[in-house]
């Protein structure tokens, strides 16, 4: 009840009262930044998702604790480790601080930092993997022992409470603490360059190469922009396919889908993609590798589509979300690209625990059948990247037995994720967004705390990745070539 009629109190003064010297100020004044809390608070009770995974009451006491740690946070980067850390509290895969949504002033600020690892790595186990240094230095494969004087794990292990997952899937934030190349701004370059940064701009290692030599070297800390030159993803214009299409010699077709994100894109996906599928009459296996796509637009249910005779509908999921109208007091901190989301539950039915059932939520999920039928078997690749679109994908297309799933767990929850509809809420006073999701999925059967598992699990070894192997890909053909 306390945190209801926070904002009817003393909090509804520090709404209003917010001073526009503090709207982008480098330190703003400590009552202002309670103003930032306050929406913040308010904020969070939209939230669908926010005890799912904790208590009223151990999340309030998150909550103060956050409160004192960001107003007394001496600049920027602090406030933002708390907001990291407190929406990483949530476990949900969409709150966060967004790199992406935040002001320029602020991007430049905290992420355009040079104290970047100059390699791409992935992590096996416990062990920090190059897989790739563009200045010929580190071979693929080299294992990193000590990242300026610490394990790489170690380091990891102080990480991890800061970033967003599912739940408690930690393979998802593993796999976003690793630098793969497909992003410009990557998760670990952000907290590592925040919480870590190395002395005097150099990264001082201790490495094993692929035949078992040991050595220490040094290597200059980057930049953004040199970080940007390193990305593996070739820049693509507006209307370039933003996937690709192979036929290998075995006749297994390989559809490679390293991202949804498509509503900026000018691109006929939806051409491009029906095209291929409909040329696999003389092919003997589909790939769909979906191991590098986090999600985006459910463009997979192009594909749902072909494999299904009937309308499909998730079994026993609840779409859930926390209110009718948006509170008057923050409406103007929360931006979103459709303002039909402030009344998103105008019109829906009570539950109990203050969620409203979404209107007409089944019918959002629900695949039609379509297009031509494809005519051979299908395999999906599968990594804790998947957490959104792509989780749901994978769990769909278990559900109607469409083929197996190959590779490593995903991400996302089992337990239900959030998501569906967004705002960007935006706290004026430190010049900080962050994502709120407003649509909790939830099953009403109980569920396992954890990703979905593969059907057939495989993952590459540092032999693999020093010789530049895919097993997983390899696995899945054969199986298929097989029939």
Not at 9 to 37: I, K, M
Not at 108 to 113: G, N, S, V
Not at 288 to 311: H, K, Q, S, T
Not at 454 to 461: G, K, S
Request: proline letters at 8%; glycine letters at 10%.
């Amino acid at each position: 009840m306390r945190r209801r009629t926070f904002l009817q109190g003393s909090g509804a003064a520090l709404l209003t009262g917010l001073s526009a010297r503090s709207l982008a100020a480098d330190r703003p004044d400590p009552a202002d930044l309670a103003g930032d809390v306050a929406i913040l608070r308010e904020a969070l009770k939209l939230h669908p998702g926010l005890y799912r995974y904790n208590s009223p009451a151990a999340f309030e006491a998150r909550l103060q604790r956050f409160s004192a740690d960001f107003t007394a946070a001496p600049d920027s980067a602090g406030r933002y480790l708390a907001l990291a850390r407190l929406t990483a509290a949530i476990r949900c895969g969409h709150s966060y601080g967004n790199f992406f949504n935040q002001k320029d002033a602020v991007r430049t600020a905290l992420f355009d930092r040079p104290t970047r690892l100059p390699v791409h790595f992935v992590w096996l186990d416990r062990d920090m993997v190059v897989t790739g240094d563009p200045s010929g230095t580190l071979a693929p494969g080299t294992r990193i022992l000590r990242l300026n004087g610490e394990d790489p794990a170690r380091l990891r292990d102080r990480l991890l409470p800061l970033i967003r997952a599912d739940g408690h899937n930690d393979a998802k934030r593993v796999s976003l603490l690793e630098v793969r190349g497909d992003d410009s701004i990557e998760t670990f370059d952000v907290f590592q360059g925040l919480v870590a940064p190395p002395a005097g701009g150099v990264h001082r290692l201790e490495v094993q190469e692929p035949g078992g030599r040991r050595r220490r070297l040094d290597m200059p800390a980057i930049g953004l922009k040199a970080r940007k030159a390193m990305m593996t993803a070739p820049e693509v214009r507006e209307a370039d396919p933003l996937w690709t299409w192979a036929i290998r010699p075995d006749r297994i077709a390989v559809l490679t889908m390293p991202g949804w994100a498509i509503w900026k894109s000018k691109w006929d996906w939806k051409g491009w993609l029906d095209e291929r599928l409909d040329s696999l009459a003389g092919a003997r296996g589909l790939v769909v590798d979906l191991r590098d796509n986090e999600g985006g637009e459910d463009c997979g249910n192009r594909i749902l589509a072909r494999l299904i005779d009937r309308p499909y509908t998730p079994p026993a999921i609840e779409q859930r979300i926390r209110f009718q109208r948006t509170p008057a007091s923050i409406d103007r901190y929360l931006d979103t690209w459709d303002d039909s989301f402030r009344t998103l539950g105008a019109k829906a039915a009570p539950l109990t625990n203050g969620f409203f059932l979404r209107p007409a939520g089944e019918d959002a999920l629900t695949v039609a059948s379509a297009g031509k039928r494809l005519p051979v078997p299908v395999a999906v690749l599968t990594s804790p990247v998947n957490s959104s679109a792509t989780f749901q994908f994978a769990s769909n297309f278990r559900a109607i037995g469409g083929g197996r799933l190959y590779g490593r767990p995903t991400g996302g929850n089992r337990r239900g994720i959030n998501g569906g509809c967004f705002f960007f809420v935006r706290l004026p006073a430190s010049g900080l967004e962050f994502d709120l999701p407003l649509v909790g999925y939830f099953p009403t059967t109980p569920q396992p705390d954890a990703g979905l598992l593969p059907d057939v699990r495989v993952a590459p070894t540092i032999a693999d990745i020093a010789t530049g192997r895919d097993p997983v890909l390899e696995r899945a053909a054969v199986d298929l070539a097989r029939g």
